[in-house]
T-cell receptor, first 114, second 112 residues
C-alpha cells in the first residue's frame, strides 16, 4: 500500500460529460502529480501541484484542470469528455517540491467513456 | 523534451534465472532514474531508483546500473521468482526534476 488514495476506482460516463477524480497524498507529502495511462500513449505526466500551487505542467488538455486544496488533497477535473479520454488516471505524491524525489502512486481511477 | 526508450517490450525467463531490462534517455540534463513495477489492477510501485552521481545501486535481488556517458540505465533482477511477473517501467526526470518521462514498459513473465 503506497498510502496514496484515489477515488473512485471506476467511472463510467458518456461523451460530453464532466467528471472529477480525487486524490489524497501520503501523510506528510506536499506534492501531488497526475498521470494518464493509455494503451497507445503509455504513462504521460499531466500536472504537478506543490503545497497548493501549480508547479509543473505536461501534456494536459485545456479541457482538463486540477487543483490542490489546503488539506493537500487534489482533484482532477475532466470536461467535455471524448472517447479518447478513456484511460487510467493515476495520482502520485512526493515529500517536497519534486526535485528528483521518489514519487509514490495510487491505484488509479479507470475512466470509461461510452 | 526528454525521450525514454525501453527494451525489450516482453521478456520471459525461467524461475531462478536473471532478467535484464534496458532503457536509454535523450536529455543529458536528466539526473534521476526510478524503476517501477506495475501489477494488474494496481498503480506503479517504486522498486529502486538511482541518481546521476552513482553508477550502481543494489537492493537485495534488484540492481540498477547507470552509464551517463552513453545515456543508458538497466534493471537487473537475479534469482527471479513467480511474483516478479509484472510490467516494469523505467523513467527519467527532466528539467527541475519534477516531471517523470516513462519508458513504454516491459512485460516480464517468470516461467515456473
Amino acid at each position: 500500500d503506497s498510502g496514496v488514495t484515489q477515488t473512485p476506482k471506476h467511472l463510467i460516463t458518456a461523451t460530453g460529460q464532466r467528471v472529477t477524480l480525487r486524490c489524497s497524498p501520503r501523510s506528510g507529502d506536499l506534492s501531488v502529480y497526475w498521470y494518464q495511462q493509455s494503451l497507445d500513449q503509455g504513462l504521460q505526466f499531466l500536472i504537478q501541484y506543490y503545497n497548493g500551487e501549480e508547479r509543473a505542467k505536461g501534456n494536459i488538455l485545456e479541457r482538463f484542470s486540477a487543483q490542490q486544496f489546503p488539506d493537500l488533497h487534489s482533484e482532477l477535473n475532466l470536461s467535455s469528455l471524448e472517447l479518447g479520454d478513456s484511460a487510467l488516471y493515476f495520482c502520485a505524491s512526493s515529500v517536497g517540491d519534486g526535485s528528483n524525489q521518489p514519487q509514490h502512486f495510487g491505484d488509479g481511477t479507470r475512466l470509461s467513456i461510452l | 523534451g526528454e525521450n525514454v526508450e525501453q527494451h525489450p517490450s516482453t521478456l520471459s525467463v525461467q524461475e531462478g534465472d536473471s532478467a535484464v531490462i534496458k532503457c536509454t534517455y535523450s536529455d543529458s540534463a536528466s539526473n534521476y532514474f526510478p524503476w517501477y513495477k506495475q501489477e494488474l489492477g494496481k498503480g506503479p510501485q517504486l522498486i529502486i531508483d538511482i541518481r546521476s552521481n552513482v553508477g550502481e545501486k543494489k537492493d537485495q535481488r534488484i540492481a540498477v546500473t547507470l552509464n551517463k556517458t552513453a545515456k543508458h540505465f538497466s534493471l537487473h533482477i537475479t534469482e527471479t521468482q513467480p511474483e516478479d511477473s509484472a510490467v516494469y517501467f523505467c523513467a527519467a526526470s527532466s528539467k527541475g526534476g519534477e516531471k517523470l518521462t516513462f519508458g513504454t514498459g516491459t512485460r516480464l513473465t517468470i516461467i515456473p
